[in-house]
């Protein structure tokens, strides 16, 4: 027990710091965009469907024991990335006590144990794992596996139950457990233990089992399906991996996210010819020391890296792939100290330098620019380093030197669509902003720059629904509606299941005033994202056109109930179809709420004093309104018609004629200011005023066929 608590203390010093970090990289799609992991009611679906395991369909893995996890931190915490990289911590606590009860009960020695498990403990590989979320794939699939080895050494007969358990839990969890029974089978050759094959049969049955179901759920088929490199590349690529995984573990002095590592073309390259050559010098290695733990942890992990050596990868090495096999490594240490090939007194230099060398590197882990800032340095000549930084730049605001880093990636390879999709973002949001300040032609020019990129983003991704719904909605920008409507059918053509796209293709919609498919495609949004705000809404919107109140309250509630931050949007509009709807008790109590929360008071009075005038309390109303600071265009029109409701229509036709000429809310006034000359016998001016708002007021309802009565009627005075 101390030694656990000991091992779990030391865990938490070293990493405390990562507490504080943020999501990177592939977490966004996997965790921050997944709609999947944020309702509990999903997990029994993660056993069956791979496409649950990200927002990107094109990314779907089978690892439903990993989701569950990230399930479960949800519930607990939201989007905590603290809640999160807390339990990366326990993990690799935990990781690092059994392999200190795997070296000790392989070496027979307690201090075997301490030394094998502060090694894992401390040793900088491990940061990657701790500090990246989406790798605690590796680290809870470690847990299981070690844990069946620990559980096969103390076994003395009968087959274990749990070590069967832990193996099914692994494989749920990542593929790379797969090699357990070739683990366990080759350590009891090692020592000489030699047991019934019906000790085995169990965890190959697990073996097989799983193999079957990632055949019979596609995750198998699709993953070979479309290999991201040739086999003969493959094998050329990782004949060079042994050294550079062995440099790393024995130096880890320059970690990176992304290695500078390319891809092998022929056995005659030197670096391929000598790698080969050197992995061949560890097999013989390896053979000689069969007999021998150190013998036994090499073939470990040469067994856990078989996978990756065979299956063509996007990453060509990575450190995480290392965190089991630094298992092996903390065994062969222990081994080594044990037989005197290492002094005590320079491994506990080695431990004291790894932690200071742990605690550095999780710096760099502490947010996404320092990260691919860091990855640069060592490795500017890679393409995914450059386009992360552009990414990196981009969300700190800093556009130009993304720009700069997007086309560095297009310049290294541009056979890929995502800096060209990036760097689009980059003038779409240029674009949307000169069109805010008015200035048309830089406007056009951004966007125009935009479409053309993700153009050229769809050349190289056909497929990416998330492109062309950025193409969409940059058509939109240019007023091309009929050709956005088009591109966001295509992307749903792609995958139907993206909620958000389905939302701007109902907003669209909406903007367009067919509201019936509007509606449709507000609803397959709130049930394909059911715990976000944004559909309900819409579609509370929707039914407010309609004027079907109770739908729109009802709709509205739902919005806020999955608001984060106090949904005011969605409040304000509850107000207006409570107030709509003559829930006006209801309707203030709100308003209170959020004028007692410090929001904008001018838009919550007025909708106080709407309130009040409508429940036939005008007094009230109009005392409000002389609270109003900053007296906008809305404030003076609604005044206006309070004053028309008292009967005032002198100071009514004062404030109607302050907001006539050249203001959005000119017809409303002119609308008023009609009124209110009506209110004065004064004919004349009020066809006048009638006149001039039926110019500008072009829609067919039934406010234009009132005032087009008003206007006979007068006429015939």
């Known amino acids: 027990m101390k030694r656990a608590l000991f091992l779990m203390a030391l865990c938490a010093l070293l990493y405390g710091q990562s507490l504080?970090?943020?999501?990177?990289?592939?977490?966004?799609?996997?965790?921050?965009?997944?709609?999947?992991?944020?309702d509990w009611r999903n997990i029994p679906a993660f056993f069956i469907e791979p496409d649950l395991f990200s927002a990107d369909a094109e990314k779907s893995m089978y690892r439903p024991l990993l989701l569950v996890t990230y399930a479960l931190n949800y519930a607990i915490s939201g989007y905590s990335a603290e809640g999160f990289r807390v339990l990366n911590i326990v993990i690799h606590g935990l990781c690092s006590l059994l392999v200190a009860l795997l070296a000790e009960a392989l070496l027979g020695n307690r201090r075997d144990g301490w030394i094998a498990g502060l090694f894992f403990a401390v040793?900088?590989?491990?940061?990657?794992?701790?500090?990246?979320?989406?790798?605690?794939?590796?680290?809870?699939?470690?847990?299981?596996?070690?844990?069946?080895?620990?559980i096969h050494l103390r076994a003395v007969r009968g087959v274990q139950q749990a070590s069967v358990l832990f193996y099914g839990a692994g494989l749920l969890v990542k593929s790379i457990a797969i090699s357990v029974p070739f683990a366990a089978l080759s350590l009891d050759a090692m020592r000489g233990r030699f047991l019934a094959l019906r000790r085995y049969i169990p965890l190959l049955l697990v073996a097989v089992g799983y193999a079957a179901l990632v055949i019979h759920n596609r995750f198998i088929g699709d993953s070979l399906a479309a290999p991201v490199r040739s086999l003969t590349s493959q094998i050329y690529t990782?004949?060079?991996?042994?050294?550079?995984?062995?440099?790393?573990?024995?130096?880890?002095?320059?970690?990176?996210?992304?290695?500078?590592?390319?891809?092998?073309?022929?056995?005659f390259d030197p670096a391929v010819f000598f790698g080969g050559l050197f992995a061949l010098s560890l097999v013989c290695c390896l053979w000689f020391g069969r007999r021998t733990p150190i013998g036994w942890a090499l073939l470990w992990a040469a067994l856990v890296l078989a996978p990756t050596f065979l299956m063509p990868l996007n990453m060509l090495v990575n450190e995480r792939r290392l965190y089991l096999p630094l298992a092996a490594l903390s065994l062969a240490i222990a081994w080594s100290v044990r037989q005197g090939r290492v002094s005590l007194r320079l491994g506990g230099m080695v431990l004291v330098l790894f932690a200071a060398l742990t605690v550095q590197r999780t710096a760099v882990w502490s947010d996404e620019l320092t990260l691919w800032l860091d990855a640069e340095k060592k490795a500017p000549h890679m393409h995914p380093v450059q386009n992360n930084l552009g990414k990196a730049l981009q969300e700190a605001g800093e556009w130009e030197r993304a720009l700069q880093a997007y086309a560095r990636a297009i310049d290294i390879d541009p056979r890929h669509g995502d800096a060209y999709n990036n760097m689009a973002t980059i003038h779409h949001l240029r674009g949307e902003e000169a069109l805010g300040?008015?200035?048309?032609?830089?406007?056009?020019?951004?966007?125009?720059?935009?479409?053309?990129?993700?153009?050229?983003?769809?050349?190289?991704?056909?497929?990416?629904?998330?492109?062309?719904?950025?193409l969409a909605a940059a058509h939109v920008l240019l007023g091309e509606l009929d050709q956005a409507i088009s591109i966001y059918e295509k992307a749903?053509?792609?995958?139907?299941?993206?909620?958000?796209?389905?939302?701007?293709?109902?907003?669209?919609?909406?903007?367009?005033?067919?509201?019936?498919?509007?509606?449709?495609?507000f609803r397959r949004a709130a049930a394909e994202m059911p715990d976000r705000p944004e559909p309900y809404n819409n579609l509370g919107n929707i039914y407010s056109d309609w004027k079907q109140w109770e739908k729109s309250i009802g709709h509205y509630k739902k919005a806020i109930s999955y608001s984060e931050g106090g949904a005011e949007t969605a409040a304000y509009n509850l107000t207006i179809a409570?107030?709509?709807?003559?829930?006006?008790?209801?309707?203030?109590?709100?308003?209170?709420?959020?004028?007692?929360?410090?929001?904008?008071?001018?838009?919550?009075?007025?909708?106080?004093?709407?309130?009040?005038?409508?429940?036939g309390r005008p007094e009230r109303a109009e005392r409000i309104l002389a609270t109003v600071q900053g007296k906008n265009t809305k404030v003076l029109v609604i005044w206006a018609e309070v004053l028309s409701q008292l009967g005032r229509y002198k100071e009514a036709v004062q404030r109607f004629s302050q907001v006539v000429e050249g203001t959005e809310d000119r017809a409303r006034a002119l609308y008023g200011l009609g009124k209110a000359h009506m209110g004065l016998g004064d004919s004349l001016r009020a066809r006048e005023a009638f006149g001039r708002f039926l110019s500008v007021w072009q829609h067919r309802d039934t406010r234009r066929e009132q005032v087009l009565d008003w206007v006979v009627r007068l006429e015939v005075r």
Not at 494 to 516: F, S, V
Not at 579 to 608: F, H, M, N, P
Request: hydrophobic share 40%; net charge negative; aromatic share 12%.
């Open 20 to 38: 504080s970090g943020s999501f990177h990289y592939d977490d966004h799609h996997s965790i921050v965009d997944n709609p999947h992991v944020r």
């Open 123 to 150: 040793h900088p590989l491990a940061t990657e794992p701790v500090n990246y979320i989406s790798s605690r794939s590796e680290s809870l699939a470690a847990l299981f596996y070690i844990g069946v080895l620990v």
């Open 238 to 267: 990782q004949l060079k991996a042994p050294a550079y995984y062995l440099y790393v573990a024995s130096m880890p002095i320059k970690l990176n996210v992304q290695p500078q590592f390319f891809v092998g073309k022929s056995p």
């Open 437 to 470: 300040e008015g200035a048309k032609a830089e406007a056009l020019s951004d966007i125009s720059a935009a479409i053309d990129l993700y153009e050229k983003a769809l050349i190289a991704y056909p497929t990416y629904e998330e492109i062309h719904q950025n």
């Open 492 to 521: 749903l053509s792609i995958n139907d299941r993206r909620g958000e796209i389905w939302n701007n293709y109902g907003q669209l919609l909406y903007d367009m005033e067919q509201l019936e498919k509007a509606e449709k495609a």
């Open 578 to 615: 409570l107030r709509q709807y003559g829930a006006y008790d209801e309707a203030l109590s709100l308003v209170d709420t959020y004028l007692e929360r410090g929001e904008d008071r001018t838009q919550w009075l007025l909708q106080r004093a709407l309130i009040e005038r409508d429940a």
